[in-house]
């Protein structure tokens, strides 16, 4: 199993940056791809980002692109996302999740999932 701790959520004003963290452990070693994804009030859980553990091959959203970036510090099992120029419809709880394999955009391919950080911007 993975277990996965996300981190670095809050409230900011529109136009501001924040930066989240998903640490992982346990059988670290089987994942393919650890992923961010959004879940907003009654909406499905959408993806945001997402980079290959092997490769460091990175993966966006067309609404986060030139604005969010994902990194991954392989020594330390952890997975950063700096989200900047927020705006309102980025508020939401974001979720990290690993996947064993397949396309890393597509929610079905990840079995394992943290608890989530509450991201809310304000305008």
């Known amino acids: 199993q993975v277990q996965l701790v996300e981190s670095g959520g809050g409230l900011v004003q529109a136009g501001g940056s924040l930066r989240l963290s998903c640490a992982a452990s346990?059988?670290?070693?089987?994942?393919?791809?650890v992923g961010w994804f959004l879940q907003a009030p009654g909406k499905e859980r959408q993806f945001v980002a997402a980079?290959?553990?092997?490769?460091?091959?990175?993966y966006y959203a067309d609404s986060v692109k030139g604005r969010f970036t994902i990194s991954r510090d392989s020594a330390k099992s952890t997975v950063s996302l700096q989200m900047n120029s927020l705006n309102s419809e980025d508020t939401a709880i974001y979720h990290c999740?690993?996947?064993?394999?397949?396309?890393?955009?597509?929610?079905?391919?990840?079995?394992?999932w943290g608890q989530g950080t509450q991201v809310t911007v304000s305008l």
């Open positions: 999740a690993s996947s064993l394999g397949g396309d890393p955009r597509k929610r079905w391919n990840y079995n394992y």
């Open positions: 346990g059988r670290t070693l089987s994942m393919n791809a």
């Open positions: 980079i290959t553990w092997s490769t460091g091959s990175t």
